[in-house]
């Protein structure tokens, strides 16, 4: 696993990320139990990799906006495989179009995991551009609670995207013309 990034989620992290789920649960399709909380610990954990401190996301003040500014966090709580996919709602792509997006992926013991653990990884799996994403192939993944979501997703699977490690570089880049 060494072209991820690896952060250890913290009791305290999962913690403040408990106490933010009711300000930040949005209406739309529950994949799992865990979404929310799943979702939160996503940010927490790249504002660890990119800052160097998980208290500098913004969870909370954002709510319908980019998780980071021209960044999206995509985070699934999976036993990772690099044969999972960053998945972008196409509902959500014809929306918006953030420079980046971010995978993330929780390693729980189970696809059907109701909780996140203090010392569970986070590995952060690596990035694409909108570009990338509105070039990707469509299809419906279902949730963990049922076969069919009743959504489209363009898909790239996580060994197709960009390396975590260039992504500094790029990010740093994206104004210069």
Not at 8 to 32: D, G
Not at 114 to 125: L, P, Q, R, V
Request: aromatic share 12%; net charge positive; glycine share 6%.
């Amino acid at each position: 696993m060494n072209k991820y990034e690896v952060i250890t989620i913290t009791q305290e992290m999962i913690n403040e990320a408990t106490k933010l789920i009711n300000s930040v649960k949005v209406n739309r399709t529950v994949a799992s139990k865990i979404d929310t909380l799943t979702g939160i610990l996503g940010e927490f954990v790249f504002a660890q990799y990119f800052y160097g401190n998980w208290q500098k996301h913004l969870v909370g003040k954002n709510k319908g906006q980019l998780d980071f500014k021209d960044i999206e966090i995509k985070t699934s709580a999976f036993p990772f495989r690099d044969s999972l996919n960053l998945l972008v709602r196409e509902d959500y792509a014809k929306k918006r179009k953030p420079p980046f997006y971010i995978q993330i992926i929780i390693n729980v013991d189970s696809k059907k995991a109701d909780n996140i653990k203090a010392g569970t990884k986070a590995i952060i799996s690596g990035w694409a551009t909108y570009k990338d994403i509105e070039n990707a192939p469509k299809r419906d993944f279902g949730s963990k609670l049922s076969n069919k979501g009743g959504y489209s997703c363009f898909y790239i699977p996580i060994k197709n995207l960009q390396p975590i490690h260039s992504f500094k570089e790029a990010y740093r880049k994206r104004n210069i013309k």
